[in-house]
């Protein structure tokens, strides 16, 4: 049975850096899915923040987050990483750990996420 369980959200200070995990269980990376992270920030749609392909070979990543947030994953833990750097309140919001089968182009709008993880928490504020 697939879980995707993420780790590593909370309270941080703007400017500042978070390390999310999101452990794969029941599936053996790097098998057929591409891995990406999502959010959704209060009163608004989720949307995409980033993917990194079966391979981890190419990654994308939404504009808003471009040059700040680095996405990796190690096959060997079976575990796929967000790092997040100069945090801004903007970026509040829960974040998800999803797979994507059909893989990840660089637009977000055309990501499809097949299952997801029950979300952490991102809180940027001073």
């Known amino acids: 049975q697939l879980q995707l369980v993420e780790s590593g959200g909370g309270l941080v200070q703007p400017g500042g850096s978070l390390r999310l995990s999101c452990a794969v269980s029941?599936?053996?990376?790097?098998?057929?899915?591409?891995i990406g992270w999502f959010r959704q920030a209060p009163g608004k749609e989720r949307e995409g923040v980033s993917c990194?392909?079966?391979?981890?070979?190419?990654?994308n990543y939404a504009d808003s987050v471009k040059g700040r947030f680095t996405i990796s994953r190690d096959n060997a833990k079976n575990t796929v990483y967000l790092q997040m750097n100069s945090l801004k309140p903007e970026d509040t919001a829960i974040y998800y750990c999803?797979?994507?089968?059909?893989?990840?182009?660089?637009?977000?709008?055309?990501?499809?996420?097949?299952?997801w993880g029950q979300g952490t928490q991102v809180t940027v504020s001073s």
């Open positions: 990194i392909s079966n391979s981890g070979g190419s990654a």
């Open positions: 029941g599936l053996t990376l790097p098998g057929y899915y591409a």
């Open positions: 999803v797979t994507i089968e059909a893989g990840c182009p660089r637009r977000t709008d055309l990501w499809e996420p097949d299952f």
